[in-house]
């Protein structure tokens, strides 16, 4: 079974610029997550994806990220602009689904992460 | 204070060594998990559990729910094992997330 699939690896941008990153959940997978970790810290959610639908976009800075996952498949997640605070590893993850409408108990997959260094 | 709570935050053994992280949080939950972060940035799913014990190679977590308290164990560590443990939560109440604690540094000396 193939694993998450993240690009690029690595990313190097100065403040201002724009940067996009690609996801690719494991096959089947419906729920796709996209999470930043900033160094030290353990992963802060950023967005959670149901198949196409966004289950929780709360904690993500939405004057300046966004993010889509059109076909319900892989998705993307863009910085536009960035700022120097925005340095962290941005990590894709995907579960099968959840059961229930308040538990979450599936297994989670996480891809390797794009290092992200805004200069 | 953080929902979940690791200790220690850094540990660093000798191989061969018994190793414990402990895992305490705060609210009700339905499941805890503890992940595996290598250098680099990758993370392996290592135990999902809502109660007793798993056991996994060298790897043993245990949870006790009343405590609201997890351990994960490492028999006979190998340098091989220096990484970040992370463990994470998912509450019962509340948005379908998982709720990370800081993770803790573990460097096994050859």
């Known amino acids: 079974e193939a694993g998450v699939a993240q690009s690029p690896r690595y990313k190097i941008i100065e403040k201002r610029q724009s940067v996009a990153f690609w996801c690719n959940p494991i096959?089947?997978?419906?729920?796709l997550y996209w999470y930043q970790q900033i160094l030290g810290q353990g992963p802060k959610l950023l967005i959670q994806f149901q198949n196409n639908g966004v289950v929780d976009d709360s904690q993500l800075p939405k004057d300046r990220f966004s993010a889509e996952r059109l076909k319900g498949v892989d998705s993307t997640l863009k910085i536009q602009p960035a700022k120097l605070e925005d340095s962290a590893v941005y990590l894709c993850?995907?579960?099968?689904?959840?059961?229930?409408?308040?538990?979450?108990?599936?297994?989670?997959?996480f891809g390797s992460g794009t290092q992200l260094s805004v200069l | 204070k953080n929902e979940v709570e690791q200790s220690p935050q850094n540990l660093t053994a000798q191989e061969g060594e018994f190793i414990t992280i402990n895992c305490s949080y705060s609210v009700g939950i339905s499941a805890l998990h503890w992940l595996q972060q290598h250098p680099g940035g990758g993370i392996v799913s290592l135990f999902m559990l809502s109660s007793g014990k798993k056991k996994h190679g060298r790897l043993i977590a245990t949870i006790n729910i009343q405590e609201k308290h997890s351990s994960l164990h490492i028999t006979a560590s190998h340098p091989r094992d220096s990484a970040v443990y992370i463990c994470a939560v998912s509450p019962i109440q509340g948005a379908q997330k998982l709720v990370f604690g800081q993770g803790t540094r573990l460097t096994i000396n050859p």
């Open positions: 993850a995907s579960s099968r689904n959840y059961r229930g409408s308040r538990a979450f108990n599936e297994k989670l997959f």
């Open positions: 096959s089947g997978h419906a729920t």
